[in-house]
């Protein structure tokens, strides 16, 4: 009896890692019923809470936090590694592993090691404009290497966009839209405008849409603003409508006609791949690399990029009832938008990783 394929996706820590990797898992169980998926993960992050609930099994290793600069940290980094490998290898003999996907993170670093010290093929997907330390070190060894975007800083990678969930790549959003509305209360006819910043909101951009809600609801927009669970909103008025966070983003984004939001990576692969407009402000802070990250997507035609000090409320304003009054430019924008998205990363992705599978012999599986 042949044993079943077995996969080990390590994408642990934030949902930028969690959530590609999930949708890789999804797609190798779409190509290969029988194969068999575990997920690495840490306490740490949404790894308990969201890889459980997708129906995975989560094996937990020790978290390896790889620091920018020296400090007391950097001491303990030979214990942390050495420890979460040991873990890791446990872990890959004990699902008998084919193959490790990795995705950076936390959990990255320690399931490249592992796998190399056991032989085991390993694929590398960077989602971000600008590689981390821990996928420059597996892609030195992986058999495939892949990247959102081009310039990630991997030698040869090969660009395929971020794997994602099927209920976003699918997305409807013409089809939906009355539902979203009338699930968020928005008007069914009048344009509406999308404000998120992530889980927690975004100061800056709170900030910003409290003061343009005068100007934008006079103009007829409408406002869905997740403002985060620990930011109040501070405005009131008819056609604005805030939530602390937002369960449904597809949705969300079938409600919208255009967005302003953060330029992560996960972010702006969401965003183009439905085909939503959208006023990117990358964060200031860190190496630049959401600026790098939307850029693509805003050269295309598929949005603005603004700096996060140059946001105002008047800013908003103008860009956002200057795009909903022109209905050609706003389509325009859309179709732009979602040519420069990669709705279909995560089956290339996956097709990837049976194929590097397919090419081991049953000796180099880690089955002893």
């Known amino acids: 009896m042949d044993t079943p394929l077995s996969v080990v996706v390590a994408g642990g ?111 590398v997907h960077e989602a971000n404009a600008r590689a981390g330390v821990a996928n420059k070190v597996g892609a030195r060894f992986a058999r495939e290497v892949l990247a959102a975007v081009p310039g990630s800083g991997l030698a040869g990678a090969r660009v395929i966009g971020i794997p994602l969930r099927r209920a976003i790549t699918d997305l409807d959003r013409a089809g939906l839209r009355a539902q979203a509305r009338e699930h968020f209360g928005l008007d069914p006819q009048a344009p509406v405008l999308l404000v998120f910043g992530g889980s927690q909101g975004a100061r800056s951009l709170n900030e910003a849409v409290s003061a343009a809600v005068p100007a934008l609801t006079a103009a007829g927009v409408w406002i869905l603003h997740a403002h985060g669970p620990g930011n109040a909103p501070t405005v009131e008025a008819p056609g604005y409508v805030p939530v602390p966070y937002l369960e449904r983003m597809d949705l969300a984004y079938a409600a919208a006609d255009v967005a ?61 009832t200057g795009l909903v009054a022109d209905p050609a430019r706003l389509a325009a924008t859309a179709e732009a938008a979602r040519r420069s998205g990669h709705a279909g990363a995560d089956e290339t992705l996956a097709r990837t990783v049976l194929d590097v599978a397919g090419h081991v012999g049953a000796s180099a599986t880690g089955r002893t």
């Open 13 to 123: 820590g934030s949902a930028g890692h969690v959530e590609p990797a999930l949708a890789t898992a999804d797609a190798v169980r779409r190509l290969r019923p029988d194969a068999r998926v575990t997920a690495l993960g840490t306490e740490k992050g949404l790894d308990t809470r969201l890889i459980p609930a997708r129906g995975y099994p989560l094996e937990l290793i020790p978290p390896v936090p790889l620091p920018r600069r020296p400090n007391a940290d950097l001491a303990r980094l030979p214990y942390r590694v050495v420890r979460s490998v040991h873990r890791t290898r446990r872990v890959l003999r004990e699902v008998g592993a084919d193959v490790v996907v990795g995705f950076g993170g936390y959990v990255a670093l320690p399931a490249y090691l592992a796998a190399a010290s056991m032989r085991l093929p390993v694929v």
């Open 260 to 320: 302003l939001c953060r330029s992560g990576a996960m972010t702006v692969a969401e965003v183009s791949t439905v085909g939503l407009p959208a006023i990117y402000v990358p964060l200031p802070h860190g190496n630049g690399e959401q600026e790098l990250n939307a850029k693509p997507v805003v050269d295309a035609g598929g949005g603005e990029l603004v700096p996060d000090a140059e946001l105002t409320g008047e800013r908003v304003a103008a860009l956002v």
